[in-house]
C-alpha cells in the first residue's frame, strides 16, 4: 500500500495558476500509474489526469487539457499538476490517487490508493 499526501491547494483569482503536488511513501513510486481526480460541492468525483507508470501513457480530462499539466518525479516520490488559466468551474478538492496498472486510466475503480485531498477555490 502506497500513503499519499497532497499538498498546493488555496484560494485564488481566476486565470491565475497552482501547481498541486502530491507526496508518496511506503511503497516503490514508480511502480504506480498516478491519477488526479476532483469533487466540487455536490457533484460526483471526476476523472482530471493520469499519468501511467509505462512512459508516454497519458491522460488528460478534455475540457482541461489545453490548461493543466500532470507530471511526475520519481527520485521525489512526487506527482505534479500545473493548472494554468483557472476558472470558477475549477473549484474542487483535488484528490491524488494510486493505480497498480501499467497504463494510464481514468477509471476510479482502477485506483486503490487515494490522499485526503486538497482545495482549491478559484473566485470570479
Known amino acids: 500500500q502506497v500513503q499519499l499526501v497532497e499538498s498546493g491547494g488555496g484560494l485564488v483569482q481566476a486565470g491565475d495558476s497552482l501547481r498541486l503536488s502530491c507526496t508518496a511513501s511506503g511503497r516503490t513510486f514508480s511502480s504506480y500509474t498516478m491519477g488526479w481526480f476532483r469533487q466540487a460541492p455536490g457533484k460526483e468525483r471526476e476523472f482530471v489526469a493520469a499519468?501511467?507508470?509505462?512512459?508516454?501513457?497519458?491522460a488528460v480530462r478534455t475540457s482541461v487539457k489545453d490548461r493543466f499539466t500532470i507530471s511526475r518525479d520519481n527520485a521525489r516520490n512526487t506527482l505534479y499538476l500545473q493548472m494554468n488559466s483557472l476558472i470558477p468551474d475549477d473549484t474542487a478538492v483535488y484528490y491524488c490517487?494510486?493505480?497498480?496498472?501499467?497504463?494510464?486510466?481514468?477509471?476510479?475503480?482502477?485506483?486503490?490508493?487515494w490522499g485526503q485531498g486538497t482545495q482549491v477555490t478559484v473566485s470570479s
Open positions: 499519468l501511467g507508470r509505462i512512459s508516454g501513457s497519458i
Open positions: 490517487a494510486a493505480s497498480p496498472r501499467s497504463y494510464a486510466s481514468s477509471s476510479m475503480s482502477d485506483f486503490g490508493s
